[in-house]
């Protein structure tokens, strides 16, 4: 089965430096991938949906790349913010799959 | 906007209580889901349903149950509740289509305990 692992479980960066997010994967390449934002004690927000045959996706100051050769996809946050603090997932839907996987989550804290 | 909501945001139950949890989402969505959230595990598929009366295992169902006689409400049911299954429990729905890309709403949450 997929198996789905995000860079450390947290991850301190200082205000308006760039934050860098790893999501790898193991086995197949999946199809389609998103990233989410979840904030303490609320449901998952999602953020970007980025597919196999693009490298790369951006929105405001979010940017998102896919390797599939790597087996990677990377999470930007520039000029970072303290308000940008919260934990964010991966997901990954296989490209025979129904569902979306997701995975555990980094938890980002930026710092004033 | 999408609105997804979970009927409980805390629950403290009994071992081998009967324990629903309800979900109502107000999008005319086709697609629902419940999800359990454990700290190093992520997000965790239970069930899940496509359409209304329609429902289909995910990656761990043994204990659980679900129900959607109406389309914007899906429950989740603990048919006897045990001490491992004390977790945040997590709603979520999504426009149309199986294999659908689209991007899943959630709820905030309930927060289970079983003692």
């Known amino acids: 089965s997929q198996k789905i692992e995000q860079n450390s479980e947290a991850l301190n960066i200082q205000e308006g430096k760039t934050a860098t997010l790893t999501c790898n994967y193991t086995n197949y390449s999946p199809a389609y991938l998103q990233w989410y934002r979840q904030d303490p004690g609320r449901g998952p927000v999602f953020l970007l949906l980025i597919r196999e045959n693009e490298k790369e996706k951006r929105k405001e100051r979010l940017k998102v790349t896919f390797d599939t050769t790597l087996k990677q996809s990377l999470f930007h946050i520039t000029a970072s913010q303290p308000a940008d603090s919260a934990t964010y997932l991966c997901?990954?839907?296989?490209?025979?799959?129904?569902?979306?996987?997701f995975g555990p989550g980094t938890r980002l804290s930026v710092l004033p | 906007d999408v609105k997804v909501t979970q009927s409980s945001r805390y629950l403290v139950k009994r071992t081998g209580e009967k324990v629903f949890l309800e979900c109502v989402q107000d999008?005319?969505?086709?697609?629902m889901f419940w999800y359990r959230q454990d700290p190093g595990l992520g997000l965790r598929l239970i069930y899940f349903s496509y359409d209304v009366k329609m429902k289909e295992k995910g990656d761990i169902p043994e204990g659980y149950s679900v129900s959607r006689e109406k389309k914007e409400r899906f429950s989740l049911i603990l048919e006897s509740a045990s001490t491992n299954q004390t977790s945040m429990y997590l709603c979520a729905s999504s426009p149309t289509g199986k294999n659908s890309n689209q991007p899943q709403h959630f709820g905030d949450g309930t927060r289970l305990s079983i003692l």
């Open positions: 999008m005319d969505h086709e697609n």
């Open positions: 997901a990954l839907r296989p490209p025979y799959g129904q569902n979306f996987v």
